[in-house]
T-cell receptor, first 113, second 116 residues
């Protein structure tokens, strides 16, 4: 399966703490994306990192990518209760050239006020 | 600029009935993707369409499922003779250009299909 896997499956932290989520994938990729999903809603794009990039920042988000280990991490600093959501990584697949993104199983983040 | 619009938000069908899910992409977007999500799982790709063309339907079951994106009007995901296993959230996403690999997708709020 080309689907990625997030780790941990669930994470609970106090407001103000940092949250780190990891994603592992199996294929060669052009880029990796992180999405957020609030309960019962669609996914919202957070950040895209290309295969030739190692780190990218966007506000309180920091994403790293290690193509040799086929892994990525998403760090949310100074978390807020509003960050409570599920977070998914998504990748393409160079070998198949598939016209779609493969999503991981997600990390459910709970930020306790 | 309205986002991706899906309707209905909730759809209840009895086994054997037909389900029609609609998706209007963002204005200016001509690429539409359908995904299915089971509880506590990630999204599974079903089909990728451009106006009047199915580009990739590799994730869609060969039987009972069909999709279209006509020149005028929304994209339609159609499930005939629904079974309980079809119960899931169905999400539509759009992008201005394809393929999805090089840009972000804009998602709708999904249609929750429940088969009784």
């Amino acid at each position: 399966s080309q689907q990625g896997e997030e780790d941990p499956q669930a994470l609970s932290i106090q407001e103000g703490e940092n949250a780190t989520m990891n994603c592992s994938y199996k294929t060669s990729i052009n880029n990796l994306q992180w999405y957020r999903q609030n309960s019962g809603r669609g996914l919202v794009h957070l950040i895209l990192i290309r295969s030739n990039e190692r780190e990218k920042h966007s506000g309180r988000l920091r994403v790293t990518l290690d193509t040799s280990k086929k892994s990525s991490s998403l760090l949310i600093t100074a978390s807020r209760a509003a960050d409570t959501a599920s977070y998914f990584c998504a990748t393409d697949d160079i070998q198949t050239g598939a016209n779609n993104l493969f999503f991981g199983t997600g990390t459910r983040l709970t930020v306790i006020p | 600029n309205a986002g991706v619009m899906q309707n209905p938000r909730h759809l209840v069908r009895r086994r054997g009935q037909e389900a029609r899910l609609r998706c209007s992409p963002m204005k200016g977007h001509s690429h539409v993707y359908w995904y299915r999500q089971l509880p506590e799982e990630g999204l599974k790709f079903m089909v990728y369409l451009q106006k009047e063309n199915i580009i990739d339907e590799s994730g869609m079951p060969k039987e009972r499922f069909s999709a279209e994106f006509p020149k005028e009007g929304p994209s339609i995901l159609r499930i005939q003779q629904v079974v309980r296993g079809d119960s899931a959230a169905y999400f539509c996403a759009s992008s201005p250009t394809g393929p999805a690999t090089n840009e972000k997708l804009f998602f709708g709020s999904g249609t929750q299909l429940s088969v009784l």
